[in-house]
């Protein structure tokens, strides 16, 4: 780091704060304070820190910190809500036409966004209204940013019919991460996911399923994450778990 005419090394683990007065007294905003400096004043003070120091600390506090937090989700529709109202003010202040058709845009963007969202609601409570003949089944549905009927989950005593019964369920589709601990399931099950889905992630717990079933399917899948519970497999593409199932967390 560089300051004035010292330059200062540190560590690759440390964490920098910077802070900066409003204003030449330090009271400007302040509810209980006056500030007494003038706008010339303040403009002046304000002119010695460059345009883009200023915007760059702030985008890191802004943006970098709540992230962190467990209102990561609120955090990026707040970052985009902000990034919007930015660019239709200057879309506003270039052309006023131009502005009307970009509001046009978005609103027809956001129309359509809740309809995906009531549609993907719709679908996931006729879906669930068909798995619930079913014990030991589970769906779940993710609805941001993207909604979609994503999870499906194959608990214990579901045998291969069974499960191919379900998988034949409408709805299901779109289903991207299947769970399997059921010790009814065999090979037959993978060949069954095979012909009917493209996975990204496959989370097995089968004591039937074989070694060799599970890495035909990895070969025939290599974009999908397969993770054998407590299996070794001597395949470093394999992710292997040692926790409970997710489903029983």
Known sequence: MVLSLNTIT????????AALNPCPCGFRGDPRRKCNCSPQQVEKYMSKISGRTTLRNTLYVVILLPLLTPFKALT?????????????????VRDRRLGIAFISILGLASAYYIYWQVNT???YQ?????VNAYNKVEVECERFPFPSIMKLSIEQRVSDSELNEILDLDGLAEISEIDLESDEL??????LIATKFQLRRLFLDCKKITNAAILDFKKQFPDCTVVPYKRDLNDSDFEVFFGPPPFLE
């Not at 065999?186 to 060949?191: M, P």
């Open 76 to 92: 990026i529709v707040l970052i985009a809500i902000a990034a919007l109202a930015f660019l239709i003010h200057a879309a506003f």
């Open 10 to 17: 540190f560590p690759a683990d440390f964490m920098l704060i």
């Open 186 to 191: 065999t090979d037959a099950s993978l060949k």
């Open 126 to 130: 006729y879906v669930l209204t068909q």
């Open 121 to 123: 609601d719709l679908r």
